[in-house]
Nanobody, 118 residues
Framework: QVRLVESGGGLVQAGGSLRLSCVAS????????MGWYRQAPGKQRELVTT??????????TYADPVKGRFTISRDIAKNAVSLQMNSLKPEDTAVYYC?????????WGQGTQVTVSS
């Protein structure tokens, strides 16, 4: 059973930065891609960003609201992906979930809360 464990959430003022980390319990090369989703209160879970891992030809993607502010990266040696979030806005407030997919299905972390105060 693959586990994804997120860390790094918290409370920050608008304009500030946070860095989220997601560590997998397995070698991340088994995944086609990994990424981050978020869910704000009363809203559906939405895609934030994805990064290809074991599947060639794909590109890193970002949702329009975070382009130019968020950056996803991977650390193969640590079996981890990170999300650097800069210039945070109150509308970025949400629970952020790490996601991974392979030929067997989808995997989710437990989520980490990010709160941006105005």
């Amino acid at each position: 059973q693959v586990r994804l464990v997120e860390s790094g959430g918290g409370l920050v003022q608008a304009g500030g930065s946070l860095r989220l980390s997601c560590v997998a319990s397995a070698n991340i090369f088994r995944f086609n891609a990994m990424g981050w989703y978020r869910q704000a209160p009363g809203k559906q879970r939405e895609l934030v960003t994805t990064i290809p891992i074991g599947r060639s030809g794909d590109s890193t993607t970002y949702a329009d609201p975070v382009k130019g502010r968020f950056t996803i990266s991977r650390d193969i040696a640590k079996n981890a992906v990170s999300l650097q979030m800069n210039s945070l806005k109150p509308e970025d407030t949400a629970v952020y979930y790490c996601h991974a997919e392979d030929s067997y299905g989808d995997y989710w972390g437990q989520g980490t809360q990010v709160t941006v105060s105005s």
